[in-house]
């Protein structure tokens, strides 16, 4: 099996709950706070627990790629048979 280059992705999902006591506070408003404003001083917005899910992967995938580099040191990779991407390295 010949060796080459590979540009491999993969995904994860994570579940992260926060869970805030609001204060003195209409439900409508409540909800308004913790969206937008839970930082926001003027408002009774504690952070009361956090819960984030071990995460759930996708299958990798992996692409052969192609590497340059130009006179001026410019890095660029293709995957094998499309364009060029400029690349900072």
Request: negative net charge.
């Amino acid at each position: 099996m010949s060796k080459s280059n590979y540009m491999v992705s993969i995904t994860s999902t994570y579940t992260k709950t926060e869970t805030y006591l609001v204060e003195d506070e209409t439900k409508e408003d409540a909800l308004y706070i913790v969206e937008n404003q839970n930082q926001n001083p003027k408002y009774k917005c504690t952070l009361w627990n956090t819960d984030t899910s071990d995460g759930d992967f996708d299958e990798p995938t992996a692409k052969e790629v192609e590497f340059k580099k130009t006179e001026d040191n410019q890095y660029y990779w293709k995957e094998v048979g499309n364009e060029w991407f400029y690349v900072k390295w």
